[in-house]
């Protein structure tokens, strides 16, 4: 499978709901671990998959809003995202600053992240949380380089469920680990 089938077909998976929808909220069961793992893997599967349209030369910005649109709480309530590789613009509380980080904006910091190559990611929890309506998780997040070397990063993710009873990511904060000099 080419790498833009690859992609459509990740696409396929994530955009799955993470939970059924309930009849209503009073009725809905309380987030999951295993809910917080699948969201974590199609987290991961939309970055390699933005990444394997760009390398096939396809519209990765759109698989990137997709990606967005599908995983993050943006128009639902106030999403804190602190990317990695960001220090001049440190937070992105909007989509589109969210989309410039993933994808990259000429004139601005953003390279994307999203679009370097990325093959697979892979997560190490420290712990997951999880309530009626809402969830945590930190550690440590791998992702593997088209070289096959790993880069490790340290997360934390809070999750949301919206109105079709999906995990969607209202907290993204990710940073390299600390290197003592």
């Given amino acids: 499978m080419n790498g833009l089938a690859s992609a459509v077909a990740i696409l396929s998976i994530s955009a799955t709901p993470l939970l059924a929808s309930p009849d209503s909220p009073d009725d809905r069961p309380a987030i999951?671990?295993?809910?917080?793992?699948?969201?974590?893997?199609?987290?991961?599967?939309g970055i390699v998959a933005i990444s394997a349209v760009h390398s096939a030369n396809g519209d990765y910005t759109a698989r990137a809003t997709e990606h967005i649109n599908t995983l993050y709480a943006y128009g639902m309530t106030d999403v804190m995202f602190k990317p990695t590789l960001a220090a001049?613009?440190?937070?992105?509380?909007?989509?589109?600053?969210?989309?410039?980080?993933?994808?990259g904006r000429d004139g601005s910091e953003d390279k994307g992240f999203a679009i370097s190559g990325w093959t697979h990611v892979r997560w190490e929890n420290n712990a997951i949380y999880t309530d009626?309506?809402?969830?945590?998780?930190?550690?440590?997040?791998?992702?593997?380089?088209?070289?096959?070397?790993?880069?490790?990063?340290?997360?934390?993710?809070?999750?949301?469920?919206?109105?079709?009873?999906?995990?969607?990511?209202?907290?993204?904060?990710?940073?390299?680990?600390?290197?003592?000099?």
Avoid: C
Avoid at 33 to 45: D, F, K, L, N, P
Avoid at 88 to 103: G, H, K, N, P
């Fill in 32 to 45: 999951t671990e295993a809910q917080v793992i699948a969201a974590q893997q199609a987290w991961g599967e």
């Fill in 88 to 103: 001049e613009d440190q937070f992105r509380e909007s989509f589109d600053e969210a989309l410039s980080y993933f994808v």
């Fill in 132 to 181: 009626d309506d809402s969830a945590m998780a930190m550690g440590n997040y791998y992702f593997t380089g088209p070289d096959g070397s790993e880069t490790k990063v340290e997360y934390t993710f809070g999750y949301v469920l919206d109105e079709n009873g999906a995990l969607r990511i209202n907290l993204h904060h990710s940073s390299l680990p600390y290197s003592a000099q």
